[in-house]
């Protein structure tokens, strides 16, 4: 009985240790996109735009950092965003809305209110640049924006928008930190370029 209780204590021991050397590493959660920048007058009858769903790559739209170096693609280890990379830029973009635009005024996911122009969002890239493994990189976000008739659906002005930030340094926060500030750059191209555009026939 001894022996067995012992030949227990020893396999409880080695398994816990298995436990801890498989333990996966720590990852750290980061988030982009969160000021909304400086607050702008808008007019009294702002022309109401309705944002369709946003499309972004799919290696670029999860909660991972992706990375791209050549022609290989890996994800950053160690690090991932809070929620979706599409779901906190979608968040950004509106924020950047809500903040700056002048003529327009975005609706709501949920609001019912009448448009007349549809606003259609296609991030092509959205993903850390090396030159070479272990440079300081550089974020790089290109946005094709079309404005939409509503409800004929034809195109009234369109344009593509690219942003190329570096990172300070090869460093997760620089990395993040070069994201936030791309995503503020775009995002007040795109509301202006909006602006400009919506009252076009």
Do not use: H
């Not at 499309?55 to 965003?81: C, F, H, K, N």
């Not at 973009?93 to 009448?114: D, H, K, M, N, Y």
């Not at 549809?118 to 924006?145: H, K, N, Q, S």
């Amino acid at each position: 009985m001894i022996r067995t209780l012992a030949l227990a204590a020893i396999a409880a021991v080695f398994l816990s240790g298995c436990a801890l050397l498989s333990s996966p590493d720590p990852v750290q959660l980061y988030r982009f996109g969160d000021a909304a920048g400086p607050v702008a007058a808008p007019v009294a009858s702002p022309v109401q735009i309705k944002l369709r769903a946003l499309e972004m790559p799919q290696a670029s739209q999860g909660d991972r950092l992706l990375g791209v170096t050549g022609s290989e693609a890996a994800y950053i280890a160690g690090a991932r965003w809070v929620s979706p990379a599409l779901m906190l830029y979608s968040d950004a973009l509106e924020t950047s809305f809500g903040s700056q635009a002048r003529t327009v005024r975005l609706i709501g996911r949920r609001e019912l209110t009448p448009t007349t122009r549809l606003l259609d969002v296609d991030v092509r890239a959205f993903e850390t640049r090396y030159d070479y493994a272990g440079a300081a990189p550089t974020v790089v976000i290109t946005v094709r924006a079309r404005l939409l008739r509503f409800p004929e659906r034809t195109v009234v002005s369109e344009q593509t928008f690219t942003v190329s930030q570096p990172a300070g340094e090869n460093r997760v926060s620089a990395i993040v930190e070069a994201y936030d500030l791309a995503t503020r750059d775009v995002n007040t191209q795109i509301v202006a370029w909006t602006d400009a555009n919506a009252t076009t026939n």
